[in-house]
Structure formats: C-alpha cells, structure tokens
C-alpha cells in the first residue's frame, strides 16, 4: 500500500487567515484527492488534484476558498483560504493506486479556526 | 445521486461473537467496494476490497458482495476489543473516474 504523509498534523488558525496543507505519497499515483471530515461524520469529497491540471472540485466546493496544487506524481497541497470557525475540520489527503484499484488515506490534519 | 447507506449503529457485540456489517449501494454500476477501518481520532485504513460477486476472506474479516441486490458486507469473526471502531462502506463506479462514495459508516462497539 502507498503511504502517505501530512503536514501539518494539526494547527490552530485565526479567522480570516489561510492555511496550506501538505501531502506527501511515498511513491507515484494515480490519482489524489482532498477530503473534509467533520467530527462524527463521514468523508466528504472536496476535489480530484489533477497532475499538471486545475483541480477538480466538488459540488459545494471552489477553488477560489480550496485552491489546490499538484505539480507532479507524489505531491500535492490544499489550502484553506480566508478561514472561518466553520472551516474547522479534519482534513484528509488520500492517493489511489490504479496497479491495486485501492485508496489510501493520510493521517489527516485537524484544523481548529478561532 | 449516487448513495450509499449503511446503518450508524452503535452495533454491540460480545467478545468472541460475529459482527456483521452491512451496507446497499444505489448505482448498479458500480464495480468495486471497500471496507476501511477509522479509528477515533485517526484516518480511514483500508481493510477488504471486493469486485466479484460472493464471499472474500481475509483473516477473521469476510466482505459478501451481491450485485443484484446492490449489497455488501463484513463479517467480522471472533470480535476482539480492538474491532471497536467505526467502519466505512466505499463504492467506486468506475465511470466516475475513481472516486469512491462514502458510506456514512457504522459504529461497532465490542464488549469484553
């Protein structure tokens, strides 16, 4: 299985700020992806970062508040833009392997807005 | 609008006992599923994927796919502790390009 890691692990940010958000796959992939996980519930998709092309977003979800980059097979960011207390959540980085047809995730960034 | 549902539970199961997970889909298209394990405070972590229709066995955890009836499930076996988690059914329809659709996820509490 691919392993994936995040930085940062957690932050607690100012309204009104923005944050970006690494994600590292320790080897080349398909495909990655953003999701938002608030407490309780499930994966909520954000968007497909697509190599070398705009990310793909999500009803609900735009790229002027998550812009996000992948510049190549095993990186991507998201950024969380113009904060506010609503944007707190967990956010996960996950890659697809398209040699197994499986999906891993990272560990996750817990985000707390003030 | 492409769902998949399961039941949040908590389901509650003695130590030793079967634990039995379901999950029904709605795109008949879809063409593989998964099971990941989630941990409270920590990230999904894939534990069985199945494509073809009838039982997949991994240790002491089975995932049962029927197509026709757009269902899928985990059995647990010999429930320890440890299993108390939340456990997440995903549904890939291949068209949509790889994105998997996410069950809200049931709760298993297993009771020593």
């Known amino acids: 299985s691919a392993v994936i890691s995040q930085k940062p692990s957690r932050d607690i940010c100012q309204r009104g700020t923005s944050l970006t958000i690494q994600c590292q796959v320790d080897s080349q992939v398909t495909m990655m992806f953003w999701y938002r996980q608030q407490p309780g519930q499930s994966l909520t998709l954000i968007a497909t970062a697509n190599q070398g092309s705009e990310a793909t977003y999500e009803s609900g979800f735009v790229i002027d508040k998550f812009p996000i980059s992948r510049p190549n097979l095993t990186f991507s960011t998201l950024t969380v833009s113009n904060m506010s207390p609503e944007d707190s959540s967990i956010y996960l980085c996950?890659?697809?392997?398209?040699?197994?047809?499986?999906?891993?995730f990272g560990p996750g960034t817990r985000l707390t807005v003030t | 609008q492409k769902e998949v549902e399961q039941n949040s539970g908590p389901l509650s199961v003695p130590e030793g006992a079967i634990a039995s997970l379901n999950c029904t889909y709605s795109d008949r298209v879809s063409q593989s599923f998964f099971w990941y394990r989630q941990y409270s405070g920590k990230s999904p972590e894939l534990i069985m994927s199945?494509?073809?229709?009838g039982d997949k066995e991994d240790g002491r955890f089975t995932a049962q796919l029927n197509k026709a009836s757009q269902y899928v499930s985990l059995l647990i076996r010999d429930s320890q502790p440890s299993d108390s988690a939340t456990y997440l059914c995903a549904v890939n329809n291949d068209n949509a390009g790889n994105m998997l659709t996410f069950g809200g996820g049931t709760r298993l509490m297993v009771k020593p």
């Open positions: 199945i494509y073809s229709n």
């Open positions: 996950s890659a697809y392997s398209g040699s197994r047809d499986e999906q891993y």
